[in-house]
């Protein structure tokens, strides 16, 4: 085996804690720092360097705009959209309010078993169970035979030719 003096490999002591003591391990790359306080870093000295500018450009009087070789990034800032909306005091939102009944449990119309959401609308208008559900089972007032012949009666336009003229 050879020793680590002949390869010229060093071996590292371990993980490296960052300089900042936050808890997470830095890394030789980022200055012994973990990636969240670099991150910080870099942009605090951005921020400087932008109102180091901003404050020579205000103290000589220059209105140009900054041209600099680097692009400086500002950090995310997250907007929320707020609609605003003028609220009237409504005199009738008293009345409302008294007037709107919670409304109960859909039934079926023949037998007022409660239904939810599973119940079958009529033509009629009226909500069903599954065993009311057919018009032969609840006795429907609804004229099929009617809505039928006008449906068919709209679909099929009666076609009459024009009368010939008599010569």
Do not use: W
């Not at 300089?19 to 391990?25: A, K, R, S, W």
């Not at 450009?57 to 692009?71: C, E, F, L, R, Y």
């Not at 009311?132 to 009666?158: M, T």
Request: proline share 4%; with cysteine; aromatic share 4%.
């Amino acid at each position: 085996m050879e020793s680590t003096k002949e390869s010229g490999c060093q071996a590292s002591e371990g993980p490296i804690l960052c300089v900042n003591n936050c808890g997470f391990f830095g890394s030789s790359a980022t200055m012994n720092m973990c990636s969240k306080c670099h991150k910080d870093m870099v942009l605090n000295h951005q921020n400087a360097k932008l109102a180091a500018t901003s404050i020579e450009n205000i103290v000589n009087g220059s209105t140009s705009t900054i041209t600099q070789k680097d692009p400086i990034f500002a950090p995310a800032v997250n907007v929320e959209a707020v609609s605003v909306e003028s609220k009237k005091p409504d005199l009738s939102s008293g009345l409302n309010s008294e007037t709107k009944v919670k409304a109960g449990p859909t039934r079926c119309s023949s037998c007022s078993k409660r239904v939810g959401l599973t119940g079958f609308s009529c033509r009629c208008g009226s909500i069903f169970c599954s065993v009311h559900r057919y018009s032969d089972k609840h006795e429907c007032p609804f004229d099929y035979r009617a809505a039928a012949q006008d449906a068919i009666a709209k679909a099929n336009p009666l076609v009459k030719a024009d009368k010939l003229d008599k010569i």
